[in-house]
């Protein structure tokens, strides 16, 4: 994490690029691109996590190959060599996603700006409009390897209990009391996953600090230090967790990219309702 102070001393300085990854989901009612372009950070682009996707698959914010993803991130003027630093407009929401794919896809030096756009408008720092026009670059990008996990893999996780799986969505989803906001999608929980939404490991749009983070994982029936893989609703939150769990050191820690859209879309999956039970 870069503090509003230690961006702007290193941005005037050239030595980083900076990417608003802000998103938000349709309830919010807020059009990510059209407040970038109104007031971003001075050098920042808009990483749109709409749209460096998979195109073949119908399921929202599914990585891209490495190759679309290189085009995608070469064309906002990124380097897998940059020093990079990712922030959103809510404080810590959507940034930890575009941070975790960065991050898989072989970016060497990535950080989140502790507290997001609001914590650097509340230090009184300056903002510029319009869309951004970056110079591309090449992003060498890798095979993102075992950091990401698919349906089938998930669904052998499930069946052996092998890995913790932290699940980032609100308690009401996880535990069924919630629909689910996309049709067609059921509710509930995976069996033996562990209600840690999202919310819990920050406040006021900040990470939490070590001791206040291992009580939330402690409290939610997870070993933080132990392997853990994360999910949510559609993949973006639960990059939330592995952000915090890598803050605590644990740098191993998976994601079901298809998260419960996928898993809860599916008629022979297995689904638990009810609070969560510590383990």
């Not at 990483?47 to 399921?59: E, I, R």
């Not at 922030?87 to 896809?105: N, Q």
């Not at 700006?113 to 903002?127: E, K, M």
Request: aromatic letters at 6%.
């Amino acid at each position: 994490m870069l503090s509003p102070q230690e961006l702007a001393a290193a941005s005037s300085a050239g030595k980083l690029r900076i990417v608003d990854a802000s998103w938000y989901m349709p309830a919010q009612d807020r059009d990510a691109r059209a407040e970038f372009e109104a007031a971003h950070i001075p050098g920042a682009v808009f990483f749109d996590q709409d749209a460096v996707v998979d195109p073949q698959s119908s399921l929202p914010h599914t990585l891209p190959s490495p190759s679309v993803f290189s085009k995608a991130a070469g064309a906002l003027g990124l380097s897998s060599d940059d020093r990079i630093v990712v922030y959103d407009g809510i404080g810590l929401f959507s940034a930890a996603r575009v941070w975790w794919m960065l991050r898989v896809f072989g970016a060497r030096d990535v950080l989140v700006l502790d507290g997001g756009l609001p914590a650097w408008l509340a230090a009184g720092l300056p903002t510029e409009s319009g869309p951004a026009q970056p110079q591309p670059a090449h992003f060498e990008a890798r095979e993102p390897g075992d950091a990401v996990v698919g349906l089938e893999a998930m669904r052998r996780i499930v069946e052996s209990g092998s890995l913790q799986i932290a699940d980032a969505r609100p308690a009401e989803r996880f535990s069924g009391s919630a629909p689910e906001p996309r049709a067609g999608v059921r509710s509930g929980h995976m069996p033996g996953a562990s209600s840690l939404p999202f919310s819990e490991v920050q406040a006021d749009g900040r990470l939490k600090d070590e001791a206040a983070l291992r009580a939330a994982f402690r409290d939610a029936g997870i070993d933080p230090d132990a392997p853990v893989v994360t999910t949510c609703g559609s993949g973006v939150t639960a990059a939330v967790i592995n952000l915090a769990l890598e803050s605590l050191g644990n740098r191993g820690a998976k994601l079901y990219d298809g998260s419960w859209t996928e898993w809860g879309s599916h008629s022979d999956t297995p689904v638990e309702t009810g609070p969560a039970v510590t383990r």
